[in-house]
């Protein structure tokens, strides 16, 4: 049985890692939750029948002592508490995006390899039926040197307005960062993970004055415990970008991703290579002049709009009992890290950045 304990009880611990961990009981026990917020941790504590909760990290990693800590914390938070977890001894499940600089990402991984431990970024978004289909087919396929693709993931009004996702320090980024990073994660990964020399970005703020629904801009239940009023004045980052990726394998993939734009909703991947062009989530794929064939995807077996956080936490037991190898791989992890830094560092410059000017 792997002790699991919470850092911060917000949407996604609620909704997606406590949720996780229960369905697979006969492996997982949650003993506590933290969150500075005391009224959080008692409330989530309380619904979900945990014993014990804190409003300090340390003094619960010290008491506890957990095999697995989840870090659900806002993400500039996510290095210290990664950090901190790591090296009370516990294997880590942190939240997207892992960090904002490769030199970060690294670090934090050194640490879990000092420790002997894992360390997991949650790209949940892996596991939809369509990508992991396509995932199968391409492996199947043996299919490689995808020399094009594109992604597109717009929302027509859908900037998150219950917590701090809108404010730069604490966020770290807008919509590229928080919706942006799942198709990058899922693109990159079907590609079998290129690694990436440039990124030409645009990023913009269009209409911070106009909210969407709490299940429409990511809270995929609808529920939402502890909601921080949104207030748009201190929104500071984008809810539009675009631009284009290259790889150092000649590669390109062109991306737009919006929390608010008037487009039609869109979570789309298309890929092409010499043999085959896959687009999703139609599960369409297309080679020579009219053959047209469509992925067999499987139903996925768990009834949550967070059924990636399942996928996760059973391939985590899995690899801690020696049964199974890591789906989320740090490699992965760092490559999509090295494209958020140069994401930004292109936009802010307003021209093509390399990986080179990284270092
Ligand atoms: N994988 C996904 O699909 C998905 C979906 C939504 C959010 N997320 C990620 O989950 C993280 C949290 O998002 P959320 O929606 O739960 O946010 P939220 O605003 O609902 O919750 C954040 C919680 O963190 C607590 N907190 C803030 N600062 C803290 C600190 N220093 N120490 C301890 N607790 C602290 C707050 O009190 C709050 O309870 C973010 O990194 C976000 O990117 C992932």
């Known amino acids: 049985m792997f002790k699991v304990c919470i850092i911060s009880c917000g949407m996604i611990a609620n909704s997606a890692h406590i949720p996780a961990f229960k369905h697979f009981s006969e492996d997982y026990e949650i003993t506590a939750v ?5 009224k959080a941790a008692r409330d989530t504590a309380e619904r979900h029948g945990i014993l014990s909760w804190y409003t300090d990290a340390q003094d619960m990693l ?21 950090l901190m977890a790591l090296n009370s001894g516990a294997n880590v499940l942190c939240e997207k995006p892992l960090a904002f600089s490769v030199k970060d990402a690294e670090e934090m991984f050194a640490c879990a390899k000092k420790n002997n431990k894992i360390l997991v970024t949650c790209q949940s978004m892996r596991f939809t039926p369509d990508r992991m289909a396509a995932k199968k087919y391409i492996e199947e396929n043996r299919l490689e040197n995808f020399y094009y693709g594109e992604l597109s993931r717009t929302r027509r009004r859908g900037t998150p307005a219950w917590g701090t996702f809108h ?39 269009n209409h911070k004055y106009e909210i969407g629904s709490f299940s429409k801009s990511g809270a995929l239940t609808g529920q939402v415990d502890s909601v921080r009023p949104f207030d748009p004045e201190e929104m500071d980052v984008e809810d539009f970008s675009c631009g284009m990726i290259t790889f150092e394998n000649g590669a390109k993939v ?68 020696g049964e199974a190898e890591l789906i989320i791989k740090p490699e992965e992890t760092i490559n999509v890290t090295k494209i958020i830094e140069l994401f930004y560092r292109s936009a802010e410059l307003g021209r093509e950045v390399f990986t080179e000017e990284l270092q």
């Open 167 to 205: 404010i730069k320090k604490i966020s770290c980024g807008g919509a590229f960062i928080d919706i942006g990073v799942h198709m990058l994660d899922a693109i990159v990964w079907l590609m079998g993970n290129p690694k990436v020399k440039s990124v030409s970005a645009t990023a913009m703020q």
């Open 62 to 82: 010290d008491k506890e002592k957990p095999d697995i800590v989840s870090v659900c914390v806002p993400n500039c938070y996510h290095k210290q508490y990664t």
């Open 34 to 38: 933290c969150d500075i917020n005391e």
């Open 254 to 321: 062109s991306f737009k991703v919006a929390w608010a734009t008037n487009m039609p909703e869109s979570a789309d991947i298309k890929l092409v290579c010499k043999e085959k062009g896959i687009f999703l989530p139609e599960g369409k794929v297309l080679s020579g002049e009219e053959n047209e064939e469509i992925l067999k995807s499987e139903k996925c077996p768990y009834d949550t709009p967070f059924a990636g956080h399942m996928y996760i936490a059973d391939n985590l037991r899995k690899v801690l009992k």
